[in-house]
């Protein structure tokens, strides 16, 4: 897996074959960014999640489930935002092979 991205996320090597795709994703501003919220919605999935085992009442319990929701959908559009934005940066297999 890619991991001159983030540990986190799966992306196919053949996305960071060469050393210059692997420096230029490294450099990335947009690309750091993104890796940067993602690890923060990471975090506060975590905490979220800790805090409705605790949970004592129902309404505590609704407003932390929903909390997670939206940060589960928000996680979901950060990743596939990082992995377009990788593809636009690295070529495909079948552009580098020509």
Same mark, same amino acid.
């Given at each position: 897996m890619l991991d001159c991205i983030f540990d986190c996320e799966m992306?196919? *090597? !053949?996305h960071c074959? !060469?050393?210059k795709s692997r420096q230029s994703l490294s450099d990335d501003s947009l690309l750091i960014? %993104?890796?940067s919220v993602l690890r923060n919605v990471? @975090?506060?999935e975590a905490i979220l999640f800790k805090r409705l085992e605790s949970s004592s009442t129902? *309404? *505590?319990t609704e407003r932390l489930s929903s909390g997670l929701t939206r940060l589960s959908e928000v996680e979901r559009k950060l990743n %596939?935002? @990082? @992995?377009?934005? @990788?593809?636009?940066l690295t070529p495909s297999d079948s552009e580098e092979e020509r």
């Open positions: 992306v196919p *090597e !053949s074959k !060469s050393r960014g %993104l890796q990471y @975090i506060a129902t *309404e *505590e %596939l935002r @990082i @992995i377009d934005h @990788i593809n636009l």
